[in-house]
Nanobody, 125 residues
Framework: VQLQASGGGLVQAGGSLSLSCAASGRSTVGGNMGWFRQTPGEEREFVAAIRWSGGSTVYGDSVKGRFTISRDNAKTTLYLQMNSLKPEDTAVYYC???????????????????WGQGTLVTVSS
């Protein structure tokens, strides 16, 4: 599975931004897909994840109520709608896929087998 993330950029605090992640290399992803983020010197942080079949979602505590993850099965594309952005949301955002993932591993970084190249989101104060 190849993942291509896009949509990052510069936005003011309180604004919105939408990220996309196009998956290719197979007709369906299956399992789990998710978003993680990382700032320099920090470990990769879980943001949100979704079950490809059924659409169950989980979110990291810091983004609950502000971010929404979704997917388009036909386009094998993952999305992250980010609202009410804060300066602390500034990071490189990575999409990831776990074709054999199960519900209980949605937020588990080590369960993801494939990673996109990352897209930078910068939120100015």
């Amino acid at each position: 599975v190849q993942l291509q993330a896009s949509g990052g950029g510069l936005v003011q605090a309180g604004g919105s931004l939408s990220l996309s992640c196009a998956a290719s290399g197979r007709s369906t992803v299956g399992g789990n897909m998710g978003w993680f983020r990382q700032t320099p010197g920090e470990e990769r942080e879980f943001v949100a994840a979704i079950r490809w079949s059924g659409g169950s979602t989980v979110y990291g505590d810091s983004v609950k109520g502000r971010f929404t993850i979704s997917r388009d099965n036909a386009k094998t594309t993952l999305y992250l709608q980010m609202n009410s952005l804060k300066p602390e949301d500034t990071a490189v955002y990575y999409c990831a896929a776990a074709p054999r993932g199960i519900y209980w591993t949605l937020g588990v970084h080590s369960s993801y087998d494939y990673w996109g190249q990352g897209t930078l989101v910068t939120v100015s104060s």
